[in-house]
């Protein structure tokens, strides 16, 4: 049971074969077992889950159970969920339980989903290896001395592990498509404002996304079906009509036009990933699809770029955890600089606050013109590069990581080395395109991703592209050694 | 040495809409703390901002008010900075591209003095919540009711030249919001604040001396007094060799003095930055025409029309426009006593004088305007003496009741029975023999001055009620008739 798809559980509700309540059971008896293996989970949510599962049961009894009824979900953690702890994984938010869903938590508990916990990740997002989270990391199903990627590496971890059939994750330069890439499973980052992202932890402002990873395109389409969509809350949600991402997935892919990036290629690039990468758009060619080179001339001032924007974002954002209403306080502060220095000092790990000194060092007076601004002129040429490229062609391929999952601990005392993780990913946060990971081959027995990358709205057409090759491949329904179902 | 003032004020103005500026949540004043403010505007994590198209709205009606250019894109930005009353640890305003650009005002002083002030620009941002410092045992108090409600800061050039053009100028900007109908005008509450940019140099010194700004000045009259003892301090200090230092200062009224808050040197470095969660703020013209249509009559305007419909001088004129709720009134009151010189002279003279010592505004009165116009009627159809009613008044403003209902009570009905009056004015004279004999004596042209004594006699015996015009005629016939 376990090793099914959110499909396949969909089809056996539908056909009685277990009950919402009972695949309820199922998975939170597993996690319970499995859980200490990966650390994926860092809330269970027993209660509600058998509440929502039960709920799930009745309407389904009733008539009334559309495609994600009584199918369990995880979120995680910085969607906030009501009642329930939405730490960030931070020591800042320990103590917080949230008043109020995010949107694209109550969409997906008004589509009948059942919410089984709440997942790791990096603290507030910031990290490519869920190293930086206050409750330890996430690790590898596939090689549990590796990282799972980040910042939504327990999400990837808990669908790897099959301890969740569906998660939500979020994308700032990567955090949904380089966790799904080194776990082996399909993670897609929307275009930005196609979710809403009130209620989502702000990391990055004008770069964060949320969206579905799961172990198929199929699955993440039907995810995508209930979190997509203009939300009123959000001013930056696009105003744009919702549509059925599942439509089109069996569409053909004879014509299709293929873009690779010259510059995804260079020599630094794992031998054994971008092997794996030239073998799955030979089969697309298969598929019928046509390639041509193209090119992205500044990729490379993306990692710069991205390290000044995100991090200028943050420490704004960060700067309402102040001890004052909510989350972490120190313990007797003296006076209110005393308040502040100390809760913040305490409350924050390291990656976090470097990030805010970063920010707040490029946004200082004097430093604004030379960083923020010169940083969102390289944005605009990165957004160029893409728009002109995908003049020319449908789509854009490559490599979603430079290298397979590492070990832990293997660059936490280096950060450029970790940045350097989301070469290829971060770019589209810049851009603001939508990016989908899919498992497309192997090295060292560790996963590889194909990064498949469309423009704007395109999300349809991308989860098309990845469902037309899982229906062609087999790398999707792998199962890491050690994990049984 | 002779010295010029130099002032440019930033007045904050908190704009009427029914909800915050980026959340749902109320701005209604006076609220038990902390009971309006929502996920939003406690900076929930997770939370976003909304922008009130309302506050947009009020904006441009202002822009227009003031011959000021529209920003058809305007951006809000983030003002970075730690305070216990700043949820998010930011402020949302605008910065680079305000919602209005430069524009005008004209004023004149109670002198006579007038002046065209620009107008640098305005723009919306979000107030903040309030610290309080008492009642909590060595800690504070934050009531984050406030936090967020809408604001138009809008900022002078340094055009104003004494602390009497600064106040005129606030005035006139408190008479354009008001009339706009997009603020309250409520200074005691806070709905305007004003800071006021202050500095002296040498007369005819083009450069511009080093300037301190005054704080969160809420009071006309406060205005004049801070910038008055402001001067007189910058001044002192230079003379004595001193140097006047750029800083932040409050000016404390129970002392009349000012004092240093903070410096150039310890102010923050706001970092401003475009905030990611709102989207530029883009209008077109015809967005803009649409607002000039609802433009009411403004200040100016209704002044010019106070002096050709009513007659009014311009400086009656002025002051009865200055207050949008006062000029509201004053024409409800000439419409009803058909006297607009009248009508002019009670709104600014007794309604004025008890307003301002009972520290009241006019749009609470206890004497309204329909109260008014019935008494202005009693003077004219001679009911009662312009004396009287203004004990009528006095009733009216402690007790209530109209006019004729206080007249009838309190028997202060006009006599104007000649035939008593005769008699009353008989006795006055049978019974002041001396005042009659120096009447008699006295030149026929300086008699005229002493009927008043006799007048003084006859309203006192008969509790001020008789006709003035009466007595006199009556009076004048019967002690000359003595004369012959």
């Given at each position: 049971?376990?090793?099914?798809?959110?499909?396949?559980?969909?089809?056996?509700?539908?056909?009685?074969?277990?009950?919402?309540?009972?695949?309820?059971?199922?998975?939170?008896?597993?996690?319970?077992?499995?859980?200490?293996?990966?650390?994926?989970?860092?809330?269970?949510?027993?209660?509600?889950?058998?509440?929502?599962?039960?709920?799930?049961?009745?309407?389904?009894?009733?008539?009334?159970?559309?495609?994600?009824?009584?199918?369990?979900?995880?979120?995680?953690?910085?969607?906030?969920?009501?009642?329930?702890?939405?730490?960030?994984?931070?020591?800042?938010?320990?103590?917080?339980?949230s008043p109020y869903d995010a949107t694209i938590v109550n969409r997906l508990k008004n589509a009948g989903t059942v919410m089984?916990?709440?997942?790791?990740?990096?603290?507030?997002?910031?990290?490519?290896?869920?190293?930086?989270?206050?409750?330890?990391?996430?690790?590898?199903?596939?090689?549990?001395?590796?990282?799972?990627?980040?910042?939504?590496?327990?999400?990837?971890?808990?669908?790897?592990?099959?301890?969740?059939?569906?998660?939500?994750?979020?994308?700032?330069?990567?955090?949904?498509?380089?966790?799904?890439?080194?776990?082996?499973?399909?993670?897609?980052?929307?275009?930005?404002?196609?979710?809403?992202?009130?209620?989502?932890?702000?990391?990055?402002?004008?770069?964060?996304?949320?969206?579905?990873?799961?172990?198929?395109?199929?699955?993440?389409?039907?995810?995508?079906?209930?979190?997509?969509?203009?939300?009123?809350?959000?001013?930056?949600?696009?105003?744009?009509?919702?549509?059925?991402?599942?439509?089109?997935?069996?569409?053909p892919l004879s014509g299709l036009k293929i873009g690779l990036p010259k510059e995804y290629f260079s020599d630094t690039l794992d031998a054994g990933i971008a092997e794996q990468v030239r073998n799955a758009v030979t089969e697309f060619e298969k598929l019928g699809a046509t390639v041509k080179e193209v090119s992205l001339p500044n990729t490379e001032l993306s990692i710069p770029a991205y390290y000044i924007i995100a991090p200028a974002e943050a420490s704004s954002n960060l700067?309402?955890?102040?001890?004052?209403?909510?989350?972490?306080?120190?313990?007797?502060?003296?006076?209110?600089?005393?308040?502040?220095?100390?809760?913040?000092?305490?409350?924050?790990?390291?990656?976090?606050?470097?990030?805010?000194?970063?920010?707040?060092?490029?946004?200082?007076?004097?430093?604004?013109?030379?960083?923020y601004r010169k940083a969102q002129q390289i944005r605009r040429m990165i957004q160029q590069d893409f728009i002109a490229a995908l003049n020319d062609v449908d789509v854009i391929m490559g490599p979603t990581t430079p290298h397979p999952a590492f070990k832990l601990g293997e660059k936490s005392s280096d950060p450029v080395s970790m940045y350097m993780e989301d070469i290829f990913t971060l770019s589209l946060n810049l851009a603001g395109l939508p990016g989908i990971s899919v498992p497309c081959g192997q090295t060292q027995g560790l996963p590889v991703g194909l990064q498949i990358i469309g423009n704007y709205f395109a999300e349809a057409k991308l989860l098309n592209i990845a469902h037309q090759f899982q229906q062609a491949t087999d790398w999707h329904k792998q199962i890491p050694a050690g994990v049984e179902v | 040495?002779?010295?010029?003032?130099?002032?440019?004020?930033?007045?904050?103005?908190?704009?009427?809409?029914?909800?915050?500026?980026?959340?749902?949540?109320?701005?209604?004043?006076?609220?038990?703390?902390?009971?309006?403010?929502?996920?939003?505007?406690?900076?929930?994590?997770g939370t976003l901002p909304v922008f009130n198209e309302n506050a947009l709205r009020m904006a441009v009606m202002f822009g227009l008010a003031v011959n000021a250019e529209i920003g058809k894109r305007s951006v809000f930005e983030r003002k970075n900075y730690f305070y216990p009353d700043l949820p998010k640890g930011y402020q949302t305003t605008q910065l680079a591209e305000p919602i209005v650009g430069p524009g005008y005002v004209d004023i004149e002083t109670e002198e006579g003095v007038q002046r065209r002030v620009r107008l640098h620009h305005a723009h919306l941002e979000e107030d903040a919540g309030k610290s309080l410092h008492e009642d909590f045992h060595g800690m504070s108090g934050i009531d984050l009711n406030r936090a967020g409600t809408p604001l138009v800061e809008i900022v002078s050039e340094p055009d104003m030249r004494s602390s009497?053009?600064?106040?005129?100028?606030?005035?006139?900007?408190?008479?354009?919001?008001?009339?706009?109908?997009?603020?309250?005008?409520?200074?005691?509450?806070?709905?305007?604040?004003?800071?006021?940019?202050?500095?002296?140099?040498?007369?005819?010194?083009?450069?511009?001396?080093?300037?301190?700004?005054?704080?969160n000045i809420n009071s006309f009259r406060f205005i004049e007094r801070a910038i008055d003892t402001e001067v007189a301090r910058q001044i002192d200090l230079i003379e004595d060799g001193g140097t006047v230092v750029q800083e932040t200062r409050l000016y404390d009224p129970d002392k009349n003095e000012t004092r240093s808050m903070r410096s150039k040197e310890e102010a923050n470095d706001y970092r401003y930055f475009p905030c990611p969660d709102l989207l530029p703020v883009v209008i077109d013209d015809s967005y803009i025409e649409a607002i000039r249509k609802t433009l009411p009559e403004l200040p100016d305007a209704r002044r010019d029309r106070f002096m050709s419909e009513y007659n009014l001088s311009e400086y009656d004129a002025g002051v009865l426009s200055g207050y949008s709720a006062q000029a509201d009134y004053y024409e409800q009151v000439v419409k009803l006593s058909g006297d607009a010189k009248l009508s002019a002279?009670?709104?600014m003279g007794e309604l004025a004088k008890y307003l301002n010592q009972n520290d009241t505004d006019i749009k609470q009165s206890p004497v309204s305007a329909e109260q008014l116009g019935g008494l202005l009627v009693r003077i004219k159809d001679n009911t009662i003496s312009g004396n009287i009613a203004k004990k009528v008044f006095e009733i009216m403003w402690s007790k209530?009741?109209?006019?004729?209902?206080?007249?009838?009570?309190?028997?202060?009905?006009?006599?104007?029975?000649?035939?008593?009056?005769?008699?009353?004015?008989?006795?006055?004279?049978?019974?002041?023999?001396?005042?009659?004999?120096q009447y008699k004596a006295a030149e026929p042209e300086k008699r005229g001055k002493m009927i008043g004594f006799f007048m003084g006699q006859v309203m006192k015996a008969t509790g001020g009620k008789a006709n003035p015009g009466a007595v006199t005629g009556i009076l004048k016939q019967k002690l000359d008739a003595l004369c012959d």
């Open positions: 049971m376990f090793d099914k798809t959110l499909a396949e559980l969909a089809q056996g509700l539908e056909r009685g074969d277990f009950s919402s309540t009972e695949l309820a059971q199922a998975y939170l008896q597993r996690i319970g077992n499995l859980n200490s293996q990966y650390n994926a989970f860092i809330t269970l949510t027993e209660e509600q889950a058998l509440a929502q599962a039960k709920a799930a049961d009745e309407a389904r009894a009733a008539g009334n159970a559309g495609a994600l009824c009584g199918l369990p979900i995880a979120h995680k953690d910085l969607f906030c969920t009501q009642g329930v702890r939405t730490s960030s994984a931070s020591k800042m938010l320990d103590n917080f339980v089984l916990g709440k997942l790791n990740m990096d603290e507030f997002a910031m990290g490519s290896s869920n190293e930086s989270s206050f409750y330890g990391p996430a690790r590898n199903p596939w090689d549990t001395e590796r990282v799972p990627g980040g910042s939504s590496g327990g999400s990837a971890a808990a669908v790897a592990a099959r301890l969740t059939p569906a998660a939500t994750g979020s994308d700032t330069g990567g955090s949904i498509r380089q966790p799904a890439a080194l776990c082996g499973i399909t993670g897609l980052k929307p275009t930005y404002g196609r979710v809403s992202r009130y209620g989502m932890i702000a990391f990055a402002s004008s770069l964060d996304q949320a969206g579905p990873m799961a172990r198929t395109a199929e699955d993440c389409a039907m995810i995508l079906n209930a979190m997509a969509g203009f939300d009123a809350l959000d001013s930056t949600s696009a105003e744009r009509d919702t549509e059925d991402y599942t439509a089109d997935l069996n569409q700067s309402r955890f102040d001890g004052v209403r909510y989350g972490y306080r120190c313990a007797d502060p003296v006076d209110l600089e005393d308040l502040y220095k100390r809760s913040r000092g305490e409350g924050f790990g390291p990656e976090v606050k470097r990030r805010i000194m970063v920010g707040t060092y490029a946004l200082s007076a004097g430093y604004y013109d030379a960083y | 040495m002779e010295w010029e003032v130099v002032i440019g004020l930033e007045i904050h103005v908190q704009l009427a809409t029914k909800t915050k500026i980026f959340s749902g949540a109320s701005t209604a004043f006076g609220a038990e703390p902390n009971t309006q403010a929502c996920a939003v505007d406690l900076a929930l994590p009497r053009e600064a106040a005129a100028y606030a005035r006139k900007i408190h008479a354009i919001v008001t009339t706009l109908g997009i603020c309250d005008g409520n200074m005691a509450e806070g709905s305007m604040r004003c800071d006021c940019n202050v500095s002296v140099r040498p007369k005819g010194e083009e450069k511009l001396g080093t300037r301190t700004e005054l704080k002279n009670w709104v209530g009741g109209s006019a004729d209902e206080i007249i009838e009570a309190e028997g202060l009905k006009q006599v104007t029975d000649t035939g008593a009056i005769e008699k009353i004015v008989d006795d006055v004279i049978a019974s002041c023999t001396k005042q009659v004999d």
